[in-house]
């Protein structure tokens, strides 16, 4: 059984960091693309940052580039999301997101999916 569990969220007052963390089980977890993915009330779902399986190149959404970096180990099957300078704005439920090989910033392209984990910033 695939999953994908996300650890790590909470409330964080502008200004502060968080490290989000999520576990794979159940496939090749060093054959797959991982990525991490938001979702605010009221709004699409939209990606943070993603990874290859097989470059090592990170990828992050522009209005999160130079705060949140994506990292992954594939001897402990784990993604990492460590988010700094967090802004009100950054208020979401972020989910963890697995698909072959190549990564991509489009939901619809993964296919394993964590059940997510809320984050809020306080200004």
């Known amino acids: 059984e695939v999953q994908l569990v996300e650890s790590g969220g909470g409330l964080v007052q502008a200004g502060g960091s968080l490290k989000l963390s999520c576990a794979a089980s159940g496939f090749i977890f060093n054959e797959y693309a991982i990525a991490w993915f938001r979702q605010a009330p009221g709004k699409e779902r939209e990606a943070v940052a993603w990874m290859s399986s097989d470059d090592g190149i990170t990828h992050c959404a522009d209005s999160m580039k130079g705060r949140f970096t994506i990292s992954r180990d594939n001897d402990k099957n784990t993604v990492i999301l460590q988010m700094n300078s967090l802004k009100p704005e950054d208020t979401a439920v972020y989910y963890c997101?697995?698909?072959?090989?190549?990564?991509?910033?489009?939901?619809?392209?993964?296919?394993?999916w964590g059940q997510g984990a809320r984050v809020t910033v306080s200004s």
């Open positions: 997101a697995a698909k072959y090989y190549k990564g991509s910033p489009w939901a619809a392209d993964y296919d394993y």
